[in-house]
């Protein structure tokens, strides 16, 4: 499945893991922010989250090893979705 059709399924969460200041500088419209370094202390959100995860980061770097970490976790339906201005090539669709 590709990024464009997950972002259309409304039970998709997507997830910045940049960090708080990043975030507030500009982010892509619905995202949440969970920091990287955040994630193993917020697995609460995760188990609210009942369809597919995104994450993206600045470079799509961080983005991958939340991924990897996500699934290490037991999350299924966790996809990389790159860079911030990826993900805003998306939002302009």
Same mark, same amino acid.
Do not use: W
């Given at each position: 499945?590709?990024?464009?059709?997950?972002?259309?399924? =409304?039970?998709?969460? /997507?997830?910045?893991?940049? %960090?708080?200041?990043?975030? #507030?500088? +500009?982010?892509?419209?619905?995202a949440i922010n969970? =920091?990287?370094?955040? /994630?193993?202390?917020?697995? %609460?959100?995760?188990?609210? #989250?009942? +369809?597919?995860?995104?994450?993206?980061?600045?470079?799509?770097?961080?983005?991958?090893?939340?991924?990897?970490?996500?699934?290490?976790?037991?999350?299924?339906?966790?996809?990389?979705?790159?860079?911030?201005?990826?993900?805003?090539?998306?939002?302009?669709?």
């Amino acid at each position: 499945m590709n990024i464009q059709d997950l972002i259309s399924n =409304p039970k998709t969460s /997507i997830v910045d893991v940049r %960090e708080v200041g990043e975030f #507030m500088q +500009g982010h892509y419209e619905g995202a949440i922010n969970i =920091p990287l370094g955040t /994630i193993p202390n917020q697995l %609460e959100k995760f188990k609210t #989250m009942d +369809g597919p995860i995104i994450v993206y980061c600045r470079s799509g770097n961080r983005s991958g090893l939340a991924q990897t970490m996500l699934k290490q976790m037991g999350y299924q339906e966790v996809y990389n979705g790159g860079a911030l201005q990826d993900m805003l090539v998306y939002s302009n669709n």
